[in-house]
């Protein structure tokens, strides 16, 4: 079956670092994506990982291993407008008709930044 | 920046009503996604499209409708509306499966 895992609720302080894990089991792999969502509004693309390795934009970086099915998101120099949700999704290619390289969501991690 | 526009914002009807919800982008994409999403819960896929006349159910099970007659154009209908379909529906597009998914607003519909 396919599968993505994250922690529900994370909390952090304004100007810390965070780190947000992602595992996924997937039939194949064909890259990786985070979105951030803030509550009652639409998912915004932040990174996209096909490769191993750290993807560095700004404060946010993303990290993927496909050995491990792992990724994380990391977010330095945290400010209060980061809380939100963070949602991994994982395109997989599944040969069934009509259903290739769909994305597959993670449920998403709340992340709660305190002043 | 992300040109993808979903009408009513926000929509409460009464049980049994027609509607139908609206989705525009003005990026020439040719695949565009319907996703239902509950508060604190994942995006469902209920529907997609990879071109015009192409539309296919996604993975969970949606009484809803949808057509793709334009490229810019991919409206959702549900011929009637039950509480059961209170949920928020996000409109989706993108140029290739290698690219990001751009979403709209999204539709919050309260049915009552």
Redesign the interface.
Known sequence: GQNIDQPTEMTATEGAIVQINCTYQTSGF??L?WYQQHA??????LS?N?LDGLEEKGRFSSFLSRSKGYSYLLLKELQMKDSASY?CAV?ATLFNA??????I????T?LAVNP | EADIYQTPRYLVIGTGKKITLECSQTMGHDKMYWYQQDPGMELHLIHYSYGVNSTEKGDLSSESTVSRIRTEHFPLTLESARPSHTSQYLCASREGFWTEAFFGQGTRLTVV
């Open positions: 064909n890259g994506f009652g509004e639409a998912p915004t693309f996209y096909v949602l395109r009509g259903n290739n390289r769909k994305l969501w993670g449920l998403g709340s």
